[in-house]
């Protein structure tokens, strides 16, 4: 599943790092991909526990949920309502750049194996195209097949995916088991799942990045559960965190790796420790004799603090990933002023009785980022009539702002019974609740005139978003030509460097004066040029360039073998020092003697 766009411009791929320099040497996990393929879009974190671009640029995740493939219906939730394509338009239009997917060890164990399907739940009349004969009430395709086409409309869209390992079995109510392994499926099995997912997905950077388990949970009581500390046994969470973190890393080291946090962490400063209770019975009630710290399930990080997890080499691609909701869900300790039970909750007091030291410590003293993978709830006056759960929602909101926390909203579903979603119609998926949107919207990354920003480089975010690169600067893949004629030479009066000072490229020697790479006729070569020919490369129909501008590109091989990545890669290596001018025109075998 390699990108149309990473397919035509696969030279690329090495000039993008030779571009970069140092500063991606320092901190980016090591490419993985064979020399002809492309990848552009890999995210990696900082020294500074930020989450950067290929170039160090930060980026912020933000996204939706979207589930069904954990919970047997084999496909996304809903299907069965809308059109699958139109939902994932409607999604990249509506300024979401990461959409999470719940799934299952079992239906990837399903895929690689290649077993059959045990049902598929679409309505065949509303998508004929996910089905074999393509017509209005045809035969379901496979479900892989159809999660595949899924993949490959997110990517047209600018949405980049991270999947979810939700559950081990595949049921809707899977996440309430503990941990990542069951009776039906073993660690093992979960570490062969993660590594061939990882593995079948590396040439394809719309899978980003991969969240491990779903919400590890459980108390001593519970009789499974699930631990942080620095031993090897069986249900501690960081060190099978570690374990599926290589299984990934080890098949593509540029994915992105969440690891959730558990439920419980011993008060180890009271006496307490894994083998208490789950309540001091003597005291019950009283918190300040409780033997745990509670949190949500996955939300607890203080073990992070003495056993951070260790990914060695792979250390740049982590990111811890908490679960955060609101009193709907469930009226926890912190939903309430412990010294004045009339007064409600504020942003001062859910840090000091619950966010700062179960999370919000590793974002605030930088020591890594997070993306809150699941936050979300009524706001309505029907679900939500106290209006309590809004206000919870708008404090961790403005946080998530104020900190540029990355998150993936819960649930683009209309179907979860105790939040509600961004579709509502009651189970008939019809429209967007427009009030949730709304609210949600302001923590959607946007730039200053509104245009929501794509996690790609070369695709906008739907319909009306903008390209990673023309964020930070670049041109539009778009852009429109001048209706006015351009010069298409450059004629100084001056002698022209041979070597790359600004921004403005040299004057070709010999003969010639036309301005080799000026794929974009701006006067001047830079990567914008780049990507014009990769885009060109792709896509010429949508993409097209000017004959002048044409003439200009083909650097590599010149009028034997036409615009390709390979002209696409000489323009990157001339923007990084590594030719100059007087290079051009080249053949391939002098490009790759250089390179």
Known sequence: MISFLKKAGAALAAGALLATGAATAMTAAPVSAAPDEYHDDWLHVNENAEIVDMNGKPVWLTGCNWFGY???SQVFDGVWSINMHQALNEIADHGFNLLRVPMSTQILLQWKNKEPDPIIKINEW??????????EGGTPKYSFDIWNMAVDWCRENGIKIMMDIHSATTNAAGHNYALWYDSNYSEEDWLEALA????YYKDDDTILAIDLKNEPHGKKDDGI????????DANNWRYAAEKGANA??????????MVEGIEVYPKFEKGFDWDSPSTDYGHYGDPEYQPYHGAWWGGNFRGVRDYPVDLGKYQSQLVYSPHDYGPLVFEQTW???INDDSETFTKETLMKDYWYDTWAFLVEEKISPLLMGEWGGFIDEVGDPTGENKHWMQILRDYMIEKHIHHTFWCFNENSSDTGGL?????????WDEEKYEFVKPSLWQDQNGKFISLDHTIPLGQNGITLTEFYGGAKPTDPKPTDPQPTTVKPTDPQPTTLENTTAPQPTGSSDRLWGDANEDKKVDLNDAVAVLQYAALPAKYPLSEEGGLNADVVDNGTSGITGKDALAIQMFDAHLITAKDWPMTGQQMAAIN
């Not at 559960?225 to 090897?232: L, M, N, P, Q």
Request: aromatic share 12%; with cysteine.
């Open 196 to 199: 061939w997912f990882a593995d």
């Open 423 to 431: 579709i509502a119609g009651k189970c008939n998926w019809e429209h």
């Open 225 to 232: 559960y699930a631990k942080w500390d620095g031993s090897s």
């Open 335 to 337: 939903f309430r002023n």
């Open 70 to 72: 954990n919970v047997g």
């Open 126 to 135: 509303k998508n004929p195209e996910l089905t074999v004969e393509g017509i």
């Open 248 to 257: 990934v890393l080890s098949k593509n080291p540029n994915l992105l790796v």
